[in-house]
């Protein structure tokens, strides 16, 4: 099975953005066993991407923060440590300002192998973003019109 982040920002952002980036994401995955991995936010991309997990049949694997251990950043640095450790794959949803999104890429960058497709879309903003980075053996994301 593989093993793939959908991770961005917890802000509102357009459903149907996310959901044609992670349709056009997943197409290189079509014939394979998926799992998505997420921090379990209850609003933003987490969301959306529990919710297209749910709707595609798709097992899902949350990791929101740990109440019981630390600060809220020590907290949340745990929650994408572990999401870091356990996907193969990255798709990074964040708005400008999203730092934990940064973290995790960070993170998942720097265990080796595929890159991080890092996305930057508005917040609360029907349309737009841009390409921020993406492996050398991945085709270019296209924002939606």
Known sequence: ?????????????????????????????????????????????????????????????????????????????KRDTKIATHARHTLALPCEHSLGTYLTVRLFNAKGGPKAAVHVIPCGLPRGGRMLHHSSNRRTLATPS
Request: with cysteine.
């Open 1 to 77: 099975m593989i093993s793939i982040a959908i991770i961005g920002t917890r802000h509102s952002v357009n459903p149907e953005q996310v959901r044609a980036l992670i349709d056009a994401f997943l197409m290189d995955f079509a014939c394979q066993e998926i799992e998505i991995v997420s921090g379990k936010c209850p609003t933003g991309v987490d969301q959306i991407a529990e919710r297209y997990a749910r709707e595609h049949g798709i097992l899902f694997v949350g990791y929101p923060p740990d109440a019981e251990t630390g600060t809220f950043p020590q907290r949340c640095f």
